[in-house]
């Protein structure tokens, strides 16, 4: 990965070990979300660009 996406993806593996909360609403989300692949992409997108942008 290079290194952008490395701590991208390292902040948000972090955010979902100290937020157990957020990590059971993402498993509960991406369930409802799952009958249409673009949806479900559309969703997690913004679902963690909010994460991150909060971070």
Known sequence: ?????AERNGAI???WREHPDARATYEEQKYRHC?????YYRW??????DILEAL
């Open 1 to 5: 990965m290079r290194r952008g996406t």
């Open 13 to 15: 593996m972090r955010y």
């Open 35 to 39: 009958h249409a692949k673009r949806d």
């Open 44 to 49: 997690k997108e913004h679902f963690i660009a």
